[in-house]
């Protein structure tokens, strides 16, 4: 009894200290017992002390004997090196469990089933998910799983199929109605999905799950405002969680909110969480601020672990873009080339490389006035100062593996006057004199210039453009030439 009290507690919210509290009576009877050493594994695994979980399995190692064979002891090491996503280490344990485990203990294949998924054999796990089925028609851990597989594959109308199967069997599960909801999400179907959730709310509306599967459903709807407040609602209920924490920095990523995105991971990472997803969440993070020297190891770590890792990958490859590095970004190229889901998207990032080889060997800055991004902003900031006119913004944005320089100014200047229409024109040749000299390699600088506070102009420089004029390549006019110049009241922002 106050072991099922314990776990119950550890699996639905995970407060570790009152699980513990919870199971101290049982502990003092049996302090040994395998049960008593697996629970403690699993408050290890809250708590990512991955060391610890780890000797915890190892504890129950003992308890296999030819007498009493025990492939618990060897699943319980696979599920822990999985949630570490050390596939390869877990299969190998796997392995000892499966061989020793008797027929009838079809649940040792479980982790077959996650190990197959994880390594993107989904038919190879749907397989031995129908063969339990057959064994035992009732089983719904069956069904979900099959479900699971057509998951992996993005068979969202059979996964769709199993999960409702599976829910209809146990309408209180919040674990089977979060599948079935993210099933419909994934699919588009945002009412389906939301009336899932709706429908166990009145029961789950304190279950951390229950805000795991509301932010994931909003995440794939792309409600990211919505998916926030479920990751924060599923973070305040579930404390110790870091894929609460991890979540949350993603859909802060996708935000726009870096700052809070960067914080959430680096917590994350602080209280033990591993996993690849985190690694890129920070290591993109520092990319943005234009720390490229921490945010590599990060990135590559990531990859590392999870070498599928798509937004990894993307990552990464926006990195050694950003930074003209063709060499090291020409393998994730290669990749996302080879993952594209057609023709025309392989065909976009084999361009990007002929783009970055053509800018490495033709438009280089020049060793002796290259300016870092952090010296690049301060130069822009000292020519708008000397042109008397208020910087309001001066950053890099990077978007779709490209790099930009945004620069807003405003001017007291009347709008429409020629005296402003030659402010502009002096302030976007200066400024394009310091393009060619940013040693990230922007592709480009996008201006807007204001009057009182007012927004004018938008005016884009191709970087190309700058470095033969620079060069003496292009006269003044025939650089002017090479602006795309539209009002900002008629700008789409395409």
């Not at 190998?92 to 982790?111: G, H, K, N, T, V």
């Amino acid at each position: 009894w106050h072991l099922l009290l314990a776990r119950f507690d550890l699996n639905t919210v995970g407060d570790t200290a009152v699980a513990l509290d919870l199971i101290a009576p049982a502990r003092a009877v049996q302090p040994d017992h395998p049960w008593i050493i697996s629970f403690d594994v699993d408050v290890a695994i809250e708590r990512n002390e991955w060391a610890a979980a780890e000797a915890g399995c190892e504890k129950l190692f003992v308890f296999n004997q030819p007498q009493t064979l025990y492939p618990d002891a060897f699943s319980c090491m696979t599920g822990v090196l999985i949630l570490q996503e050390r596939y390869d280490d877990a299969e190998r344990f796997q392995a000892l469990a499966e061989e020793i485990a008797p027929p009838e203990r079809l649940d040792i294949s479980l982790l077959r089933m996650r190990l197959y998924n994880e390594q993107e054999d989904c038919a190879a796990g749907r397989e031995l998910a129908a063969s339990w089925l057959e064994q035992r028609p009732y089983s719904v851990l069956s069904k979900r799983m099959i479900g699971v597989s057509y998951l992996c594959e993005d068979d969202f109308e059979n996964a769709i199929d199993y999960f409702s199967q599976a829910f209809e069997a146990l309408p209180r599960s919040v674990a089977d109605a979060r599948l079935l909801a993210n099933a419909y999400a994934r699919d588009g179907q945002a009412s389906e999905a939301i009336g899932v959730l709706n429908g166990i709310r009145s029961f789950a509306a304190t279950d951390p799950l229950y805000y795991q599967a509301l932010y994931e459903v909003q995440i794939y709807l792309g409600n990211t405002k919505e998916a926030v407040s479920a990751a924060q609602r599923w973070q305040v209920l579930r404390p110790d969680s870091t894929d609460a924490r991890e979540s949350l920095a993603l859909v802060q990523l996708f935000d726009g909110n870096t700052e809070a995105a960067q914080s959430a991971a680096k917590d994350a990472i602080d209280a033990g969480s591993v996993s690849s997803t985190v690694y890129a969440i920070y290591g993109e993070t520092l990319s943005r601020q234009g720390r490229y020297e921490e945010a590599e190891p990060y990135l590559v770590e990531a990859l590392n672990r999870e070498p599928d890792h798509f937004l990894a990958r993307n990552f990464i490859t926006s990195l050694y873009l950003i930074q003209g590095d063709c060499e090291k970004v020409k393998p994730h190229l290669e990749w996302l080339a080879a993952e594209a889901d057609d023709e025309e998207d392989a065909q976009r990032y084999r361009d990007l490389l002929k783009e970055c080889e053509a800018r490495t060997t033709s438009f280089r800055p020049d060793p002796k006035t290259a300016l870092d991004d952090d010296a690049a902003l301060d130069e822009v900031m000292a020519q708008l100062e000397e042109a008397g006119v208020e910087a309001r913004s001066v950053r890099f944005a990077d978007e779709e593996n490209q790099r930009s320089l945004v620069v807003t100014y405003d001017s007291t200047l009347a709008a429409n006057s020629a005296e402003f229409a030659d402010q502009e024109r002096t302030i976007t040749l200066a400024l394009s004199e310091v393009l060619p000299r940013i040693n990230s390699q922007p592709v480009g600088m996008i201006l807007l210039s204001g009057s009182k506070d007012e927004p004018q102009n938008f005016i884009y420089i191709a970087t190309r453009a700058a470095f033969l004029w620079v060069a003496g390549e292009l006269t003044d006019e025939e650089f002017i030439d090479t602006w795309y110049s539209e009002s900002a009241d008629t700008v789409t922002g395409e």
